[in-house]
């Protein structure tokens, strides 16, 4: 008699719906490998989600070049995107009408670009002040997924993760020589397995936004958010909001290249 299959726990379920709404949609394949299960274990739980109906499959031509049938990919069914649902900002909806009606139209946006500024100084802080753009980029993709954005590094890998703290040695003495710094490089290759390729465009896609509902109500925000890249990054930034609904939210940002003068 054979052994019966554990069922699916609610972790390893909100961990493949988790995936699959940061990516947009994966094969079992690459979804497998993000899980670290194995492809047969993975493809028994997209099963199962299906059946109950929180994935549905789709199947994606393969790009120019690259020949065989389309990709199935499997991807969240609206059942599956209620489990992630928006913020909620009512307070900071009422104290932004509450500074419009006391101090006029123009003060709400005064007040956000004030804030937005401050955001960006926070990024600065967390950023490499050496390092290609690639992984600026990458590392802004990982500060935002971890504010609630689920954003992801487009043609990543794996998701971005910081270099590991410097161990402290022993004390050098007066007049000894300092141990060396890292150089840009050896930091770079942390990351060489997780970054697209370099003829790749850079992009970030985050599938939520803690402001959401800000956004409806001051569509200023879009501006912001994409001025706030561009100064983080040193990089013109086109922002594309991709969202078919509240639910389906979807906001691509496609990072260019700075003059060699303004590079980091």
Not at 189 to 209: G, K, N, Q, T, V
Not at 218 to 231: G, V
Request: aromatic share 6%; net charge positive; charged share 25%.
């Amino acid at each position: 008699m054979p052994t019966p299959r554990p069922s699916l726990t609610r972790g390893q379920r909100m961990e493949v719906l988790s995936v699959l709404k940061r990516t947009g949609g994966l094969p079992v394949r690459p979804l497998s490998a993000r899980m670290g299960m194995s492809y047969m274990g993975v493809k028994q739980y997209c099963l199962e989600l299906e059946k109950k109906g929180f994935l549905e499959t789709w199947r994606q031509p393969r790009g120019v070049g690259r020949g065989g049938r389309p990709e199935m990919l499997y991807r969240l069914t609206d059942r599956a995107h209620a489990l992630f649902p928006p913020a909620q900002n009512d307070l900071t909806l009422e104290l932004l009408e509450a500074v419009h009606k006391v101090y006029g139209s123009a003060a709400p946006e005064k007040l956000l670009f004030s804030v937005f500024q401050n955001r960006a100084g926070h990024y600065l802080s967390k950023l490499p002040k050496y390092g290609s753009l690639a992984l600026r980029t990458a590392l802004l993709a990982r500060l935002r997924d971890q504010e609630g954005c689920m954003a992801e590094l487009e043609g990543a890998t794996s998701p971005p993760t910081p270099p590991p703290a410097k161990a402290r040695g022993p004390k050098v003495k007066k007049g000894g020589a300092k141990p060396a710094s890292p150089t840009a490089d050896e930091v770079g290759d942390l990351f060489e397995a997780m970054l697209p390729p370099p003829d790749e465009p850079l992009r970030i896609i985050e599938h939520r936004s803690p402001i959401a509902d800000l956004l409806t109500r001051f569509p200023i925000l879009a501006r912001l958010e994409r001025d706030l890249f561009e100064r983080v990054l040193h990089a013109p930034v086109k922002r594309v909001d991709e969202s078919t609904s509240t639910e389906r939210y979807r906001v691509v940002f496609t990072i260019g290249k700075a003059p060699a003068s303004e590079r980091v």
